[in-house]
C-alpha cells in the first residue's frame, strides 16, 4: 500500500499507539443501515431489516451539552424501530448523533470534563430509555468548519477524551452496546483527530466514502468510487488540473484509497467499514466529450438523485445512458440532450465495494441511507446477495 511521503509527514504524530484496540470490534461481517425517516409515520415492514446487522437512526444533536432529538416526536419513529428487534432478534438498533447539519453543539459540549460528562450521562439514558444497542458520533468535522460549526484545535484531543469516556460508561451498564464514529474519508479528517487513540475506544470507524465530489464543483467527476483514479487517467481531460490539485491538498480519489491510508496508519482491517450512497449528485450544461465525465459544469442538477428515483426514471431511461468506469470501478449516466452527467452508486459498484470488503478482512459495509432504496433487487440486495458468497 502506498501514500504520498507528504501524508506520511503530516500525520506521523497521530498514529502513535495505535496497537490492537482495547475494545475489540464484534466478529462478523456488518452490514450497517443509516436510516433517516422522512416523514411522521413509517411501515416497519417495508424495511429490509432481514438484510442488515445494524441500523443507525438518524440523528440526535448535542443540545445544551446534552443528546436529544431536536424533534421529539421522532421518539415515537425509533420506538417503532426498536420494537423490530422482537422480530429480528439478531439486528442491532444504533442512535446517531451529529451530522452535517447537526454537529454545531460538539465542539463547544467536549471543551471540558463537566459538559462532556453530562453529555456522557444523557447518552446513556437515552440508549437506555429507548432500548438500543448502541452510539454512532457522527461528528462534522473535528477541527474543521463543517456546515459553519464553531471548533477549535483542542477538539482533536477533545474528540478522544469523549469517546473514552463514551466507551467507559457504555461499558458500565453491563449491556454490550456498539460504538462507531463517522469519519470523512480524507487525510486532512484524520489529521484532526489522534486516531490510534480513538481506534482502542471504538468498536468500528464507518468510512463516509462517498461525497468525493459536489454538486458545486467546476467539472464532473465521480461522488463514490472504489477504484483510485490517477492523473494519468485524466490526462488532457478539462478536469484534470483541478482534481490533481484537489488529491495534492490531501483529499483522495477513491475508497480503496482513503482505506488504505488507514490500514497504513495502524488501523486493523475489521475495525474499518467502508460507505456506499443510496443517492446520486449530478451537473447540468455538461458537453458530450468523454460521455461528460471529466468535464466543465454550469451549474448543478437540482433532481431527486436518491436509487429509487434514478433506477426508476434514469437509468437508461429517458435519454439518459448508463456508462461504466473501469478505472474507478464506478458507474455514471450522461444525457446529451439535457446534457446531465449523474454520478451515484449501482448494483454492481455496491457488489464490488462488498467484495473488496470482504476480500480484505474489513469489518464490513455501511451506507446512507436505507429509505434511498425501497426495491428488493436493488443496492441492499447486491450487498446481501454478495454477503451470502462469503
Not at 108 to 119: D, G, L, N, P, W
Not at 208 to 216: E, K, L, P, S, V
Given at each position: 500500500?502506498?501514500?504520498?511521503?507528504?501524508?506520511?509527514?503530516?500525520?506521523?504524530?497521530?498514529?502513535?499507539?495505535?496497537?490492537?484496540?482495547?475494545?475489540?470490534?464484534?466478529?462478523?461481517?456488518?452490514?450497517?443501515?443509516?436510516?433517516?425517516?422522512?416523514?411522521?409515520?413509517?411501515?416497519?415492514?417495508?424495511?429490509?431489516?432481514?438484510?442488515?446487522?445494524?441500523?443507525?437512526?438518524?440523528?440526535?444533536?448535542?443540545?445544551?451539552?446534552?443528546?436529544?432529538?431536536?424533534?421529539?416526536?421522532?421518539?415515537?419513529?425509533?420506538?417503532?424501530?426498536?420494537?423490530?428487534?422482537?422480530?429480528?432478534?439478531?439486528?442491532?438498533?444504533?442512535?446517531?448523533?451529529?451530522?452535517?447539519?447537526?454537529?454545531?453543539?460538539?465542539?463547544?459540549?467536549?471543551?471540558?470534563?463537566?459538559?462532556?460528562?453530562?453529555?456522557?450521562?444523557?447518552?446513556?439514558?437515552?440508549?437506555?430509555?429507548?432500548?438500543?444497542?448502541?452510539?454512532?458520533?457522527?461528528?462534522?468535522?473535528?477541527g474543521q468548519p463543517g456546515a459553519g460549526n464553531p471548533y477549535i484545535p483542542e477538539d482533536r484531543e477533545n474528540?478522544?477524551?469523549?469517546?473514552?469516556?463514551?466507551?467507559?460508561?457504555?461499558?458500565?451498564?453491563?449491556?454490550?452496546?456498539?460504538?462507531?464514529?463517522?469519519?470523512?474519508?480524507?487525510?486532512?479528517?484524520?489529521?484532526?483527530?489522534?486516531?490510534?487513540?480513538?481506534?482502542?475506544?471504538?468498536?468500528?470507524?464507518?468510512?463516509?466514502?462517498?461525497?468525493?465530489?459536489?454538486?458545486?464543483?467546476?467539472?464532473?467527476?465521480?461522488?463514490?468510487?472504489?477504484?483510485?483514479?490517477?492523473?494519468?487517467?485524466?490526462?488532457?481531460?478539462?478536469?484534470?488540473?483541478?482534481?490533481?490539485?484537489?488529491?495534492?491538498?490531501?483529499?483522495?480519489?477513491?475508497?480503496?484509497?482513503?482505506?488504505?491510508?488507514?490500514?497504513?496508519?495502524?488501523?486493523?482491517?475489521?475495525?474499518?467499514?467502508?460507505?456506499?450512497?443510496?443517492?446520486?449528485?449530478?451537473?447540468?450544461?455538461?458537453?458530450?466529450?468523454?460521455?461528460?465525465?471529466?468535464?466543465?459544469?454550469?451549474e448543478a442538477w437540482t433532481g431527486n438523485g436518491r436509487y429509487y428515483a434514478l433506477q426508476s426514471n434514469y437509468?437508461?431511461?429517458?435519454?439518459?445512458?448508463?456508462?461504466?468506469?473501469?478505472?474507478?470501478?464506478?458507474?455514471?449516466?450522461?444525457?446529451?440532450?439535457?446534457?446531465?452527467?449523474?454520478?451515484?452508486?449501482?448494483?454492481?459498484?455496491?457488489?464490488?465495494?462488498?467484495?473488496?470488503?470482504?476480500?480484505?478482512?474489513?469489518?464490513?459495509?455501511?451506507?446512507?441511507?436505507?429509505?434511498?432504496?425501497?426495491?428488493?433487487?436493488?443496492?441492499?440486495?447486491?450487498?446481501?446477495?454478495?454477503?451470502?458468497?462469503?
Open positions: 500500500m502506498k501514500k504520498p511521503a507528504v501524508l506520511a509527514l503530516i500525520l506521523a504524530a497521530i498514529v502513535t499507539g495505535c496497537q490492537a484496540p482495547d475494545k475489540p470490534a464484534t466478529g462478523g461481517f456488518q452490514v450497517m443501515a443509516y436510516f433517516y425517516p422522512r416523514s411522521d409515520d413509517f411501515d416497519p415492514d417495508t424495511l429490509q431489516l432481514d438484510r442488515l446487522t445494524h441500523i443507525i437512526f438518524s440523528f440526535t444533536e448535542v443540545i445544551d451539552n446534552e443528546m436529544k432529538l431536536r424533534d421529539e416526536a421522532r421518539g415515537l419513529l425509533l420506538r417503532k424501530l426498536a420494537e423490530q428487534k422482537e422480530k429480528y432478534p439478531g439486528l442491532k438498533v444504533m442512535i446517531a448523533c451529529g451530522g452535517w447539519g447537526g454537529s454545531g453543539g460538539f465542539s463547544e459540549m467536549a471543551r471540558t470534563k463537566k459538559s462532556r460528562r453530562v453529555f456522557v450521562q444523557s447518552a446513556v439514558r437515552f440508549i437506555e430509555d429507548y432500548t438500543l444497542d448502541g452510539l454512532d458520533i457522527d461528528w462534522e468535522y473535528p474528540f478522544t477524551a469523549l469517546m473514552r469516556e463514551l466507551r467507559k460508561a457504555m461499558d458500565r451498564t453491563g449491556r454490550e452496546q456498539t460504538l462507531t464514529f463517522a469519519a470523512g474519508a480524507s487525510q486532512n479528517f484524520f489529521s484532526h483527530i489522534e486516531l490510534g487513540k480513538v481506534m482502542k475506544q471504538v468498536d468500528y470507524v464507518n468510512m463516509m466514502t462517498y461525497d468525493f465530489a459536489g454538486g458545486g464543483d467546476r467539472y464532473t467527476s465521480h461522488h463514490t468510487n472504489l477504484g483510485t483514479v490517477t492523473g494519468k487517467d485524466i490526462e488532457g481531460t478539462p478536469a484534470a488540473e483541478t482534481l490533481m490539485e484537489r488529491r495534492d491538498s490531501t483529499w483522495p480519489s477513491s475508497a480503496t484509497e482513503i482505506i488504505e491510508f488507514c490500514v497504513d496508519m495502524g488501523v486493523q482491517p475489521s475495525q474499518i467499514v467502508i460507505g456506499a450512497a443510496f443517492y446520486g449528485k449530478g451537473w447540468r450544461g455538461v458537453p458530450p466529450e468523454n460521455n461528460g465525465l471529466y468535464q466543465p459544469v454550469r437509468i437508461d431511461k429517458n435519454g439518459f445512458t448508463r456508462y461504466w468506469d473501469e478505472t474507478a470501478e464506478a458507474p455514471y449516466l450522461y444525457n446529451p440532450a439535457d446534457s446531465i452527467f449523474i454520478t451515484y452508486e449501482d448494483t454492481v459498484s455496491a457488489r464490488l465495494k462488498t467484495e473488496y470488503a470482504i476480500r480484505n478482512q474489513l469489518g464490513g459495509i455501511m451506507f446512507w441511507e436505507l429509505g434511498g432504496d425501497v426495491s428488493d433487487r436493488g443496492l441492499l440486495a447486491a450487498i446481501h446477495a454478495a454477503t451470502e458468497k462469503q
